[in-house]
């Protein structure tokens, strides 16, 4: 993979900007920022800055939601399949309305080989439960060292999409000295995925991502995340079942991307087993601890995302 640890301008992901993303596209417009003329409608049409532009196109296209065609020199992108899935006048959740959502654009931004980014690495490489922003930005290095094709850059480049990715996931927090104690920066309340509480804050660079069950997590959400990622492990070999350490510690495993514990693995396989009527099972024996997806599952992981907005908006 490549190393992409710049492109954000430092700016995390906030709410409106997908959805802006995909319909400025759909609408004909462009997001690159080398052209004055496409540049200055971008900005007036969003309502943004150049910088917040670029950022913008960095977020959506790191979900996932834009596809890229390259004519000679020229770089042009379109929405894709999950960016009107969800964002197009017609998407299921173009506001992010519902929590499904938010864990759908975390899975798709970290479900990916191709390019390593300060998130990537912590969801799919790091261990730590426990960790300081300092000694995170060291190991995060070290990995991308071994597992990149390019230059890193430098610790200053790293520590700033430490410092974005951070902000992206946290509700940051500061000190009261009216009332001595802690109280929520409303300056980093504006990313959606801060509500997944996948990380938090302590303060003093210190921050807690432990591994636990997830009850708030769809169930839905997760098989779609199961499925995806048995089908890549499986590419060559074509069977349909993985191991359930795999599924626990592999890198881009749904175990990883959603820091489940043990247990909270194996609620949701059996989540998953009464929700798919036993498409999806998994055997705990004699140390053998195997799932199997029926095909008529395999084929079709967006059936269980059109079944999550159909039960929920039905409620």
């Keep these: 993979m490549k190393a992409k ?47 917040m532009v670029n950022a913008i196109r960095y977020w959506a296209e790191a979900s996932s939601l834009l596809s890229i ?9 379109f929405a894709s399949e999950n960016g009107n899935y ?4 017609s998407g299921k ?24 980014t300060a998130y990537r690495y912590f969801f799919n490489y790091s261990n730590v439960q426990h960790f300081e922003k300092t000694k995170l930005v060291v190991d995060c290095a070290e990995s991308a060292r071994r597992l990149v094709t390019n230059e890193i850059g430098n610790e ?9 990715f951070l902000n992206t996931y946290c509700k940051k927090f500061k000190s009261s ?17 801060s509500e997944l509480n996948l990380i938090k804050d302590n303060g003093g660079g210190f921050y807690v991502s432990d591994l636990i069950e997830r009850p708030e997590l769809p169930v839905e959400i997760f098989i779609y995340a199961l499925i995806k990622f048995t089908k890549s492990e499986n590419a060559e070999s074509n069977t349909n079942s993985v191991d359930f350490e795999s599924l626990l510690t ?31 099972s998994w055997i705990d024996s ?10 008529t599952a395999l084929n079709f992981p967006d059936n269980f995302l059109d079944q999550y907005y159909g039960n929920i908006q039905d409620d």
């Design 177 to 193: 000295a009216a009332k001595k104690k802690l109280k929520i920066d409303e300056d980093h309340f504006t990313s959606p995925l």
């Design 93 to 116: 959740d173009p506001y992010l309305e519902y929590s499904g959502s938010i864990w759908l654009i975390h899975f798709w931004l970290c479900f990916n080989q191709n390019e390593m």
């Design 69 to 77: 065609t390259r004519e000679q020199s020229n770089i042009n992108y």
């Design 156 to 164: 200053s480049t790293l520590k700033k999409d430490i410092d974005c």
């Design 5 to 51: 640890f710049t492109g954000h301008d430092t700016f995390p992901l906030r709410y409106g900007w997908l959805y802006k993303a995909v319909n400025h596209l759909n609408s004909g417009g462009k997001l690159q920022t080398s052209k004055e003329d496409e540049t200055q409608q971008a900005i007036i049409k969003l309502g943004v800055g150049k910088n």
């Design 86 to 89: 969800l964002f197009s006048d």
């Design 286 to 295: 004699l140390g053998l601890r195997q799932v199997k997806i029926e095909t």
């Design 250 to 280: 592999k890198p881009y495993s749904p175990g990883r991307i959603f820091r489940l514990s043990e247990s909270g693995l194996g609620q949701k396989l059996d989540e998953a087993y009464e929700f798919s009527n036993g498409d999806i």
